[in-house]
């Protein structure tokens, strides 16, 4: 019976794909506030990056709550590879790397544009139409998580 217990409370972040879990929502508002971020908005990105699966990976190698690539990664948290399935870490380097791009940018159009195409693009001007679609994702989750 302990190991089922020690196994559900391993897997119980992995299984939280599809819906917020209480203790992923109040994490996700703890790091947004830490770094000075709209709560709903971090969740947002969250949810359209992953959906809240903590391992999902992505199609091009992006992993995570926040879907960061490893060169993202590395030089937003400067953290081990592996860690971007934690939980923890994944939603703290979301907000914190959010913060950084509305810093570079001071437009939050912009800034969802960098975290989804990267700031060079963005700053070069030469943002693709799936991130356009991205962004208007992002803003209408956004909505929908604040109630309007």
């Not at 800034?111 to 943002?127: E, F």
């Amino acid at each position: 019976m302990r190991r089922l217990a020690a196994l559900v409370l391993l897997l119980a972040p992995t299984l939280a794909c599809g819906y917020v879990p209480k203790s992923l929502w109040e994490r996700t508002w703890h790091y947004a506030r830490a770094w000075g971020l709209d709560p709903y908005l971090v969740a947002a990105v969250v949810w359209v990056e992953s959906g809240y699966c903590p391992a999902v990976p992505g199609k091009a190698g992006e992993l995570g709550l926040g879907q960061f690539m490893p060169g993202t990664w590395k030089r937003v948290t400067g953290a081990p590879l592996e860690w971007r399935a934690h939980p923890d870490w994944a939603l703290w380097a979301t907000a914190k790397h959010l913060r950084e791009l509305w810093e570079a940018t001071r437009d939050w159009r912009a800034a969802l544009a960098a975290y989804n195409a990267g700031l060079g693009a963005v700053k070069a001007g030469k943002i693709p139409a799936s991130t356009r679609r991205y962004v208007e994702k992002v803003l209408a989750t956004y909505r929908a998580f604040r109630g309007g």
